[in-house]
């Protein structure tokens, strides 16, 4: 197992639905807490939406592990921010039997 380099300050989001005053609602994104972790690209690709063109990469982004349960372990339904980028989390596994490091996919995906 490699060493591990937390060297990225991350900023652990989770979704929230906020009334919009007609019946529906919007969805923000409210602070979770702030963690560090090491980002390791993984493939890449083009994808057509419509009149945007989208530009997707996946990533491996490891932390440090925290409880099941615990409002600071990251859940799929979540996304990490950082240095101007958005990394929507897709699934969390355990990194090594130790339970040391948990292991974030990830995909970012930005208009080109």
Request: hydrophobic letters at 35%.
């Amino acid at each position: 197992m490699s060493h591990v380099n937390l060297n990225r300050h991350l900023v652990l989001e989770a979704p929230e639905r906020l009334p919009d005053g007609a019946g529906g609602y919007v969805q923000t994104w409210r602070c979770v807490g702030e963690i560090w972790g090491e980002i390791v690209a993984r493939t890449g690709r083009e994808v057509s939406g419509g009149e945007v063109q989208l530009s997707s990469a996946g990533y491996r982004i490891i932390v440090r592990a925290a409880p099941v349960g615990a409002p600071s372990r990251p859940r799929p339904e979540q996304r990490l921010r950082g240095a101007g980028r958005v990394f929507r989390i897709e699934a969390v596994t355990d990194r090594d039997p130790t339970g040391r490091y948990l292991t974030c996919y990830a995909t970012e995906e930005v208009a080109v």
